[in-house]
């Protein structure tokens, strides 16, 4: 939070502030934004034709979502770290192979939250070590089945929609 931020809301996830008017935009109006620390998505490959996604159960919609694991940055934790730590706890699944494919802002006019996604490949199962009250069920569909999931709007999630949506491109070597 920089000095000409001012606080309104702290919670264990994230901090909501408001920042002066900018001199660049010309309503000249105060903002309110959320500061998060940031966040990894992980596309994990079971094998060549079939992808771990997940049915959570989220709070703020009210309904479960078919998504990609995913998991908030711990402090100083290297986003790769992160990766592989959410991974495991989500879908008890462990990877040979992490690679990193793109970072992107999931909701910039509100939220600095920048996602890294990552690929994971090699994977073995293990147990899940999911947090309390979490709702989570892994779902192991075949690749074309979670590009026609997005293609009906089965899938919701927006970072599960541009992380399948990327990765086709690269499978397909058109990127």
């Given amino acids: ?23 660049e935009n010309p309503t000249g109006r105060k903002r309110q934004v959320i500061r998060h620390p940031g966040a990894v998505a992980i596309l994990p490959m079971v094998d060549d034709n079939h992808i771990c996604l997940i049915r959570n159960y989220r709070v703020s919609v009210g309904q479960d ?11 100083n934790e290297p986003h790769a770290i992160t990766a592989k730590r959410e991974l495991m706890e989500e879908t008890g699944y462990r990877a040979k192979k992490l690679e990193h494919l793109h970072s992107f802002y999931l909701s910039p006019g509100i939220l600095d939250e920048n996602m890294h996604l990552y690929l994971a ?55």
């Fill in 121 to 175: 490949t090699g994977l073995t199962e293990g147990e899940t070590a999911r947090e309390e009250g979490e709702l989570i069920t892994n779902h192991v569909v075949s690749w074309d089945t979670a590009l026609q999931l997005v293609q009906e709007r089965q899938i919701f999630d927006a970072k599960s929609i541009s992380g399948i949506l990327m990765y086709d491109q690269i499978r397909r070597g058109t990127t």
């Fill in 65 to 75: 979502l078919l998504e990609l694991p995913a998991g908030t940055l711990e402090p």
């Fill in 1 to 23: 939070m920089s000095d000409h931020e001012k606080h309104l809301l702290s919670t264990p996830r994230f901090n909501v502030v408001e920042l002066p008017a900018d001199p």
